[in-house]
């Protein structure tokens, strides 16, 4: 990727890019399967884009590396997401009970937590993406490398979260289209996030170094 904005015309550029698209969009069709099925998809057209080779990976049940990606965005969530879900539990069952104020208090900070939570996440989406492609499960979990990786540039991190947003809006484009169109905008759009992470590693110069 010369470019960051070269991730979204990539996919186009690729041979036989319409066949691997529908085929993999109908793997997206089967529940979980379909959706680890893709993160993998992800995973090995960026092992292309760092090979050299401006190829989508084949279309197909990628999920021996599929279940890493997986698990490190399932753990990350849910573990940044337990604060902000407790406060917002005992809130609602506050405000049900008196009439005080204080549990309107906690659900607006409990929702002001899910959306610091949402936005630290887009954050680290390009870095999460990128260590684990390398370093698996393992190097997803490595949260001081995580963190350094996202941090050692904080413009060009951004610059990847936000077209990563991006590419998902698209993706959400074929619910408008027509509903089976979500799951060929959906396969296109992580194409493209695997330009935007390919750029975003190049940037960077590769994988920075964790601490110690």
């Known amino acids: 990727m010369n470019s960051a904005g070269d991730a979204f015309g990539f996919p186009f550029r690729s041979p036989g890019w319409f066949g691997t698209v529908i085929l993999q969009g109908l793997i ?19 092992d292309n884009l760092r090979a050299g080779r401006q190829e989508l990976a084949p279309a197909g049940f990628h999920l021996g590396r599929g279940i890493a990606l997986f698990g490190v965005e ?24 008196d009439n005080t104020g204080g549990g309107g208090a906690l659900l607006g900070l409990g ?3 899910w959306a610091i939570v949402g936005l630290l996440l887009a954050f680290l989406t390009p870095a ?17 490398a995580v963190w350094q990786q996202a941090t050692a540039n904080v413009g060009q991190t951004v610059v990847a979260a936000l077209l990563i947003w991006v590419a998902g809006v698209i ?3 074929g619910l ?6 979500v799951l060929f905008t959906t ?11 390919s750029w975003y590693e190049r940037a960077q110069g590769g994988l920075a170094q964790p601490v110690g």
């Open 28 to 46: 997206l069709i089967i529940p979980i399967i379909g959706q680890i099925a893709l993160l993998g998809w992800l995973l090995e057209t960026l």
């Open 74 to 97: 399932l753990i990350y969530g849910v573990v940044l997401s337990i604060v902000p879900a407790i406060l917002y539990g005992i809130g609602g069952g506050m405000a049900a009970q």
């Open 111 to 113: 929702g002001l937590l």
């Open 128 to 144: 999460l993406i990128l260590r684990t492609s390398v370093g698996g499960f393992a190097g997803g979990m490595d949260v001081g």
């Open 171 to 173: 993706a959400s484009l």
């Open 176 to 181: 408008v289209l027509c509903f089976v169109g």
């Open 187 to 197: 396969v296109y759009a992580y194409g493209v996030m695997a330009g935007v992470v």
